[in-house]
């Protein structure tokens, strides 16, 4: 099984919808990281959180929300979706060692907005 | 502000060596990481460079020079396998990662 496991793999919906997608860790670790790629561009940080009572934005949250139900769960929330948020979605952990900073992904989530 | 450049895609042989070239400017430094992303899955860590010089690790090394902004993973031996897109990331002053936009490697027989 995964280290980190993410939910749903693949979503395709509508404009406007609400999305939620899950994100779940087995190594213990503190830090989780909510990030998009898209194809030309480098990973993009939506979200972190440094530990359960710590959620920070990062270069590109508007339009995106998170919580930290747990220390091994971090889920992002896309209020209303618009067609521009499509894009692959990764959750990552870390360690809170900042010398190394060595990032563990989740298997990634397609989303499609129509 | 920061940025990275890599290129966009490389060609090599099977069994050859690959230098794949990444530099960087900012303001803050405290490392440079290469991740190995195959196509359709997660990225993994490769390597981390903090202090000037080169890091070997088996077929894999990875060189920093910080006075040049310049970094460079070289792939010894390779295989059919290592067809692979390679992910330069910078952390900075604040340790965030920056990540530059990836150099697609293609390895043909």
């Known amino acids: 099984d995964a280290d980190v496991t993410q939910t749903p793999r693949n979503r395709i919906t509508k404009t406007g919808k609400r999305i939620m997608l899950e994100c779940s860790q087995t190594?213990?670790?503190?830090?989780m990281y909510w990030y998009r790629q898209d194809p030309g561009l480098g990973l993009q940080l939506i979200y972190y959180?440094?530990?359960?009572?710590?959620?920070n934005k990062g270069e590109i949250s508007d339009g995106y929300s998170v919580s930290r139900q747990a220390q091994a769960k971090f889920s992002l929330s896309l209020e209303s979706a618009i067609p521009n948020q499509t894009a692959l979605y990764f959750c990552?952990?870390?360690?809170?060692?900042?010398?190394?900073?060595?990032?563990?992904f989740g298997e990634g989530s397609r989303l499609t907005v129509l | 502000g920061q940025n990275i450049d890599q290129p966009t895609e490389m060609t090599a042989t099977e069994g050859a060596i690959v230098q794949i070239n990444c530099t960087y400017q900012?303001?803050?430094?405290?490392?440079l990481f290469w991740y190995q992303q195959h196509a359709g899955e997660a990225p993994t860590f490769l390597s981390y460079?903090?202090l000037d010089g080169l890091e070997e690790k088996g077929r894999f090394s990875s060189f920093l020079s910080r006075s040049k902004g310049y970094s460079y993973l070289l792939l010894k031996e390779l295989q059919m396998k290592d067809s692979a897109s390679y992910l330069c990331?910078?952390?900075?002053?604040?340790?965030?990662?920056?990540w530059g936009a990836g150099t697609k490697l293609i390895i043909k027989p």
């Open positions: 190594k213990g670790h503190d830090r």
């Open positions: 460079n903090v």
């Open positions: 990331a910078l952390l900075d002053s604040n340790y965030q990662l920056i």
């Open positions: 959180s440094f530990d359960v009572k710590d959620i």
């Open positions: 990552a952990t870390s360690e809170g060692d900042r010398d190394t900073g060595e990032l563990f």
């Open positions: 900012t303001s803050g430094f405290n490392g």
